[in-house]
C-alpha cells in the first residue's frame, strides 16, 4: 500500500542551485498536483497535471517546472533555488475529479 | 475560485461532538464541498465531500445547507487523533482541472 510516496523527506540547498523533487504514486491516478505549505498557511497549489503529457500551472507556478512523462511520476524541478522557496512540498494524486485526493507525506525544502 | 470562510481555531473536549463550520456565500451550483484534514507534521487528509445533501462515511457527517451557503462538518465523538487543521474546500465539478484550493482553514484542539 504505498499511495502517494516523495522523496526526499529532507532537504537543504543553497542559492542557486537546483534540485527534482520527486513524487511518485502506484494508484493508477490521472491527476496530480504539487502544492507548497509555508508556516501557518494552507497549502497553495504550484503545478498539475489531468493526465500523461498534460500539466497546468497552479496560484504559485514561478520557479518551478513539471513534467508528466508517464501515469506514475510527476516531478517537479526548482530551477536555481531561493531563500523564498524554503517550504513543505506536497503530492496529492486522485483518480478523477471530485473523488478523494491523496497526499504524500511531503518534502520539507531549506534553501540557504 | 470561489472561497470559504472558517473560524482559525475551535477547541473541544474528548468525547464530545464537534461542529466545524464553513461558509461560502459565493458557491455556484456546479461546487462541490470538500473536507480534508491536517495532522501534525502531515499531509492534508480527506474527510468528506458533498454537492447537495448531508453525507456520513466513518470519519464524520457533513451538513450541508439547504441554499448551500454554508456547511457543518461533524464529528461525533472527538478523540485526541482528530486534533488537527481542518479545511473547507470548494472544488468545481465538470472543469478541466482537478485543483483544490485551500484556505488556513481551523485549527481544533480537543482537550483530554
Known amino acids: 500500500n504505498a499511495g502517494v510516496t516523495q522523496t526526499p523527506k529532507f532537504q537543504v540547498l543553497k542559492t542557486g542551485q537546483s534540485m527534482t523533487l520527486q513524487c511518485a504514486q502506484d494508484m493508477n491516478h490521472e491527476y496530480m498536483s504539487w502544492y507548497r505549505q509555508d508556516p501557518g498557511m494552507g497549502l497553495r497549489l504550484i503545478h498539475y497535471s489531468v493526465g500523461a503529457g498534460i500539466t497546468d500551472q497552479g496560484e504559485v507556478p514561478n520557479g518551478y517546472n513539471v513534467s508528466r512523462s508517464t501515469t506514475e511520476d510527476f516531478p517537479l524541478r526548482l530551477l536555481s533555488a531561493a531563500p523564498s522557496q524554503t517550504s513543505v512540498y506536497f503530492c496529492?494524486?486522485?483518480?478523477?475529479?471530485?473523488?478523494?485526493?491523496?497526499f504524500g507525506q511531503g518534502t520539507r525544502l531549506t534553501v540557504v | 475560485d470561489a472561497k470559504t470562510t472558517q473560524p482559525n481555531s475551535m477547541e473541544s473536549n474528548e468525547e464530545e461532538p464537534v461542529h466545524l463550520p464553513c461558509n461560502h456565500s459565493?458557491?455556484?451550483?456546479?461546487?462541490?464541498i470538500h473536507w480534508y484534514r491536517q495532522l501534525p507534521s502531515q499531509g492534508p487528509e480527506y474527510v468528506i465531500h458533498g454537492l447537495t445533501s448531508n453525507v456520513n462515511n466513518r470519519m464524520a457527517s457533513l451538513a450541508i445547507a439547504e441554499d448551500r451557503k454554508s456547511s457543518t462538518l461533524i464529528l461525533h465523538r472527538a478523540t485526541l487523533r482528530d486534533a488537527a487543521v481542518y479545511y473547507c474546500i470548494l472544488r468545481a465539478y465538470g472543469g478541466a482541472t482537478n485543483k483544490l484550493i485551500f484556505g488556513t482553514g481551523t485549527l481544533l484542539a480537543v482537550q483530554p
Open positions: 496529492a494524486s486522485s483518480p478523477r475529479l471530485n473523488t478523494e485526493a491523496f
Open positions: 459565493t458557491i455556484s451550483g456546479t461546487d462541490y
